[in-house]
């Protein structure tokens, strides 16, 4: 069973701090990494994607990539209220499939 | 304006009943994917379509059938068989492999 792994939290930061989100997948085929963003009772949207090692950055969203350690993270600068929320990371295998994680909860205290 | 539609939005089953949800997308997109989400879950894929008249089974795909007659459409059937079909149904589509999935806004299926 191929799995993508992510701590259900909470992860309570305070507001303006940087928030850290991380995964583990197990499936080394897997050949791209999603972060969506859900709220209560809504659907997942995307916030960033990452093919390569290394760093991309969107804004106040760090995608990290460390292939060799089977690693995705997602860093949030400067959290606001509003990024209080359930985080998905999902991998994609070379099947086109995506493999979902549980969800990490943050929670953004003003 | 492009996106994913479902619907309804909220459905309630009774037992021995089947349902069918709506997903309809206007993307152009070639593939689409039914997920189900339980409280507190990930998501689990029920079934995908990469083509049209052509769909697989994902991983938990017993007690659920879909159609794929059109490229934009992608029902999916809740059967009586569905010993526990009381979830969130989210579909997603995308235009294939390395392209981004995005989903519609979930129908909330109870039974009573």
């Known amino acids: 069973q191929k799995e993508v792994e992510q701590n259900s939290g909470p992860l309570s930061v305070p507001e303006g701090a940087i928030a850290s989100l991380n995964c583990t997948y197990s499936d080394r085929g897997s050949q791209s990494f999603f972060w969506y963003r859900q709220y209560s009772g809504k659907s997942p949207e995307l916030i960033m994607f990452i093919y390569s090692n290394g760093d991309k950055e969107d804004g106040r969203f760090t995608a990290q990539l460390n292939k060799a350690s089977q690693y995705v993270s997602l860093l949030i600068r400067d959290s606001q209220p509003s990024d209080s929320a359930t985080y998905l990371c999902?991998?994609?295998?070379?099947?086109?499939?995506?493999?979902f994680g549980g969800g990490t909860r943050l929670m953004v205290k003003p | 304006d492009g996106g994913i539609t479902q619907s309804p939005k909220y459905l309630f089953r009774k037992e021995g009943q089947n349902v069918t949800l709506s997903c309809e997308q206007n993307?152009?997109?070639?593939?689409m994917y039914w997920y189900r989400q339980d409280p507190g879950q990930g998501l689990r894929l029920i079934y995908y379509?990469?083509?049209?008249?052509?769909?697989q089974k994902g991983d938990i795909a017993e007690g659920y059938s879909v159609s794929r007659e059109k490229k934009e459409s992608f029902p999916l059937t809740v059967t009586s068989a569905q010993k526990n079909p009381t979830a969130f149904y989210l579909c997603?589509?995308?235009?294939?492999?390395?392209?981004?999935?995005?989903f519609g806004p979930g129908t909330r299926l109870t039974v009573l």
């Open positions: 999902a991998s994609r295998n070379a099947g086109n499939m995506l493999t």
């Open positions: 993307l152009n997109h070639d593939a």
């Open positions: 379509s990469q083509i049209v008249n052509d769909f």
């Open positions: 997603a589509s995308d235009r294939g492999t390395y392209n981004e999935q995005f």
